[in-house]
């Protein structure tokens, strides 16, 4: 298969490649690549990873073939010539899968490489890399696209986040992928200016109220529960006052001075009587004490009225 990889530098198209690599030298395929500072040392096999030719048929069939910056002059540069191909190593594209071969060109943009591979290619690999985070997006396409960065034609491809592996950081000396740097937008950081006041404002009315609030609830169960209570005794009391009213009676214990006592034992019966010949109502032991003990006394009674 031919690929093409695009990106703008440091978007994490040439640690891309060296995944490719390992994975290829894993499997005991012989890698043949220009990238500039790559380390064959840090792979498990690196005697199969060897210096890419500006010809690919110069490598032995089933080779991997990567060429970074292949718009070098000596490699694949695009040119405005549309007729016929004279390039042998580009007319050969054309029956590559016969000896097994798979080509990656790797550039900055679809035009820096010649049409010839454009219109050979069958996978087309672009990178977006936003503010320095260490991962971008890949978009894939079947075919070249001409404009990858077009949110419509991103739209048509597989894209995926895709994490940059940091354990191929040590396998090749990079002056982008390392020192970009997380930049916020401005749009979020003038959100957090409004943000982060209102969560410290709102913190704090919550932090207020939670300490004032439980003594108000308390308050009102208090004052209902005064209310209740005093509800029953208000309309006894009510009830009390009215003349001639089956409830004419009070609860309120009084003492009243015993005037005399009367008592039949044969039927046991004992009965005594107030200043106001009122019948008191008390227990018959007590009746009985106050017959044998005939001294002036008050007594605590509930008195009732007829």
């Given at each position: 298969m031919?690929?093409?990889?695009t ?5 994490g198209?040439?640690?891309y490649?060296?995944s490719?690599i390992?994975e290829a ?7 043949y690549?220009?990238i ?6 840090m792979f ?11 010809d ?14 292949c ?10 010539k549309r007729?016929l ?5 580009l007319?050969a ?13 790797i550039?900055?943009?679809?035009t ?5 591979v454009?219109k050979?290619?069958?996978q087309?690999i672009?990178?977006y ?7 971008a997006?890949r978009?894939?396409?079947s075919?070249?696209?001409d ?6 034609e ?12 940091k ?5 090749y000396q990079?002056?982008t ?5 997380f930049?916020m937008?401005?749009?979020?950081k003038l959100?957090?200016?409004f ?9 704090y009315?919550f ?6 609030k ?7 169960k ?13 309309q ?8 001639n ?9 009084e ?6 006592c ?7 019966r004992?009965?005594c009587?107030?200043a ?7 227990p018959?032991?007590q009746?009985l004490?106050v017959?044998?003990s005939?001294?002036?006394r008050?007594?605590t ?6």
């Open positions: 031919i690929t093409l990889m990106a703008v530098p440091g978007s198209k040439t640690l490649a060296i490719l390992d030298n894993k499997s005991g395929r012989a890698v690549q220009n500039d500072g790559l380390k064959p040392e498990d096999n690196p005697s199969i990873i060897f210096d890419a030719p500006a690919w048929r110069d490598t032995p069939d089933g080779s991997l073939v990567i060429y970074d910056e718009q070098q002059p000596h490699l694949y540069p695009a040119n405005a007729g191909v004279e390039d042998e190593r007319t594209m054309e029956t590559h899968r016969h000896t097994g071969h798979d080509l990656v060109f550039t900055q943009a679809p820096f490489v010649h049409h010839h454009r050979l290619a069958g087309h672009h990178f890399r936003a503010r320095g985070i260490h991962g997006m978009y894939e396409w075919h070249v696209c404009s990858p960065n077009d949110r419509k991103q739209q048509r491809a597989d894209s995926v986040m895709w994490k940059f592996p354990q191929y950081y040590e396998y990079s002056a992928i390392h020192t970009h740097k930049r937008p401005a749009k979020l959100l957090l200016c943000l982060v006041p209102a969560l410290v404002y709102l913190g009315r932090m207020y109220f939670s300490m004032i439980p003594s108000e609830p308390a308050l009102a208090a004052s209902a529960a005064e209310q209740v209570a005093s509800t029953p005794t208000l006894t009391e009510q009830q009390a006052n009215v003349p009213s089956p409830y004419n009676w009070t609860n309120t214990p003492t009243v001075p015993v005037m005399g009367a008592a039949n034992r044969k039927i046991n004992c009965m009587f107030g106001n010949g009122v019948t008191l109502h008390m018959h032991a009746c004490t017959i044998n005939p001294l002036p008050g007594i009674v509930k008195q009732q009225s007829y």
